[in-house]
């Protein structure tokens, strides 16, 4: 694995500053729920790319619109099946994945659209919430998984162990790892990533296709 620096630019989400530095200079990326366009921004401004973004919410995407970034609105689980093949050099789905209806056929249109993914996912395995669970006895609410399980937009919960597993089912290559905790540490991934499942609170992963 290349340990590429990360960004020092504006303020961003830790996840989001492993996946700025996984994107190459003047790349064409979708980012698919993009939110106010915070990222593409970014990578507009410090690598040049030629960004655009899909985003569900209305008001986020008037935001990103007004800073200059191309998002059009659009619902992730309907839409991506209508992007061509290999549109993009990069897809980037940042903490979305666990909202989508069906993971996998969301994970394979990423790999088809774009030659590589890039895919963060928060851990539900964390430490942190496996002690709350078995401490009180409830869902735990985080600063990662900040809702209750009532009103959560996350409808699939997954660990990093989940996310390896899936994503090798399905047969896509898995070209980079990075797991950081909340502040943006890096934890160590080793064998199948216990080390990292125990003590990592998001996962960043570059895909690709494998040949065929």
Request: aromatic share 8%; net charge neutral; charged share 20%.
């Amino acid at each position: 694995m290349h340990d590429k620096p990360l960004p020092q630019g504006a303020p961003l989400r830790p996840d989001l500053q492993v996946i700025a530095s996984l994107i190459t200079p003047a790349a064409r990326v979708l980012d698919v729920g993009c939110g106010d366009g915070a990222l593409l921004t970014w990578l507009r401004d410090e690598k040049q790319v030629d960004g655009r973004g899909i985003e569900i919410n209305q008001s986020d995407v008037n935001r990103a619109i007004s800073n200059g970034i191309p998002v059009i609105q659009g619902d992730v689980d309907s839409d991506l099946p209508h992007y061509p093949h290999a549109a993009y050099d990069y897809v980037i789905l940042s903490q979305t994945l666990q909202a989508m209806k069906d993971p996998r056929a969301v994970l394979l249109d990423l790999v088809r659209i774009g030659k590589k993914a890039v895919v963060s996912v928060p851990n539900f395995g964390h430490w942190k919430n496996r002690l709350y669970l078995a401490v009180h006895g409830r869902m735990p609410v985080t600063k990662t998984l900040s809702y209750q399980w009532y009103d959560t937009p996350n409808i699939h919960f997954c660990t990093i162990t989940d996310f390896v597993v899936l994503v090798e089912s399905l047969g896509i290559t898995i070209e980079q790892r990075v797991v950081v905790d909340t502040v943006g540490r890096k934890v160590k991934f080793s064998g199948r990533g216990f080390t990292a499942n125990l003590f990592g609170e998001q996962g960043v992963f570059l895909l690709s296709r494998k040949p065929v």
